[in-house]
């Protein structure tokens, strides 16, 4: 499957991005889909992720009630809707599909990774 990020960009803290990760090739929906971040000089972390039907979702403890995660499987489009952010949420956005459809926050768990997009968020 191959993975495209976009909506990256610059915006002022208290401002809002949504993310799209469009999926092609092999089947979409039967997976775990997630986002990860990554900061200069920092590890990959886990942002959020979402079952197959969409059903469910899981966040990090610092994204938690500022992102939503919504997948629309008859699209192959999975989208982070981010509100409220801020500078620590400066990062590049990597979405990516889990090998099974076993929800995971470790990156070792998803196989097909995208591009990355850039999200900076000023103060």
């Known amino acids: 499957v191959q993975l495209q990020a976009s909506g990256g960009g610059l915006v002022q803290a208290g401002g809002s991005l949504r993310l799209s990760c469009v999926a092609s090739?092999?089947?979409?929906?039967?997976?775990?889909m997630g986002w990860f971040r990554q900061a200069p000089g920092k590890e990959r972390e886990f942002v959020a992720a979402?079952?197959?039907?969409?059903?469910?979702?899981y966040y990090a403890d610092s994204v938690k009630g500022r992102f939503t995660l919504s997948r629309d499987n008859a699209k192959s489009t999975m989208y982070l809707q981010m509100n409220s952010l801020k500078p620590e949420d400066t990062a590049v956005y990597y979405c990516?599909?889990?090998?099974?459809?076993?929800?995971?926050?470790?990156?070792?768990?998803?196989?097909?990774w995208g591009q990355g997009t850039l999200v900076t968020v000023s103060s």
């Open positions: 090739g092999r089947t979409f929906s039967w997976y775990v």
């Open positions: 990516a599909r889990n090998s099974g459809s076993v929800y995971s926050t470790n990156p070792a768990g998803y196989n097909s």
């Open positions: 979402i079952t197959w039907s969409g059903g469910s979702t």
